[in-house]
């Protein structure tokens, strides 16, 4: 298990999980849209817009779910010393 960690796009995948989460989604969901708008009949412009705006989707995803990790980080805290007891 060790020695797949070390593998090289693993352990960058391990150092930027966004970046990673980002790429993944991404390409799952430009191959869906390849694959189901394929007989549309778009033009080439139509097609990078329609992949960009995609990719800023699953951009956007990965980062709204990355809110509750800040939400999990602060609940893990332990209480400030500087609150009053009462």
């Not at 799952?28 to 394929?38: F, K």
């Not at 956007?60 to 009053?84: F, H, M, R, T, Y």
């Amino acid at each position: 298990m060790q020695s797949l960690l070390n593998f090289p796009p693993i352990k960058w995948a391990n150092e930027h999980p966004r970046l990673a989460a980002w790429i993944v989604l991404s390409l799952g969901m430009v191959t869906i849209l390849l694959v189901e708008a394929r007989d549309v009949g778009l033009l080439p412009g139509q097609w990078f817009a329609l992949i960009a705006a995609t990719v800023g989707v699953a951009g956007l995803c990965v980062w709204i779910v990355s809110w509750e990790d800040k939400d999990d980080e602060a609940g893990d805290a332990p209480p400030s010393q500087d609150a009053p007891k009462t």
